[in-house]
């Protein structure tokens, strides 16, 4: 089976799409020559995600979790 389809006949042959799909192919769906959509298999959430996962990605400065003066005034925030 291609890897793109006209929507119709990814219509036409529905079955067989989901046949490949479930096998861990995607499909391409196009209309009138642009793509719309793409059919994949679904992989459920099972809940859990590893620890670390967005370890180096995240970056923070030194003073993240120091208040600008007017807030802290404003609120009554005292100096550190």
Known sequence: MEKQ??????????????????????????????????????????????LGILKGKIEMSEDFDEWPEDLASDWGIPDK
């Open 5 to 50: 389809l006209t929507l119709t006949d990814a219509k036409a042959r529905f079955s067989e799409v989901i046949d490949k799909v479930s096998e861990g192919d995607e499909v391409l769906i196009t209309r009138m020559g642009k793509p719309v959509a793409v059919i994949s298999r679904y992989i459920p959430d099972n809940g859990k995600r590893p």
